[in-house]
């Protein structure tokens, strides 16, 4: 696996380089997935495959991605009652 420095900018954005972009198909508008891991986190392109659809007026998830809907809904859940009540060591 090849390693690259990359760095952050004030508003919390990665510049992907373009030789990785162009390697992995990666175009401007394109869904990226981040997964969490003990050892860090790895971003994955979606290749065509959107994270939501709609059908007949419903939002659809796709059922392909390998997402732990039942911790990203307890944490979403958790960051909102702590900024409710304020205080963010609440927790």
């Given at each position: ?32 997935i981040i997964k969490e ?5 790895f971003i994955t392109p ?46």
């Amino acid at each position: 696996m090849k390693k690259r420095k990359i760095t952050i900018d004030k508003f919390g954005r990665i510049v992907i380089p373009k030789k990785i972009r162009d390697d992995f198909g990666i175009q401007s508008g394109n869904n990226l997935i981040i997964k969490e891991s003990p050892e860090g986190f790895f971003i994955t392109p979606l290749k065509g495959k959107e994270l939501v659809t709609e059908e007949d007026g419903f939002l659809i998830i796709n059922p392909s991605l390998d997402i732990d809907f039942e911790n990203l809904i307890k944490d979403l859940r958790d960051e909102r009652i702590k900024k409710i009540l304020g205080n963010e060591d609440s927790f």
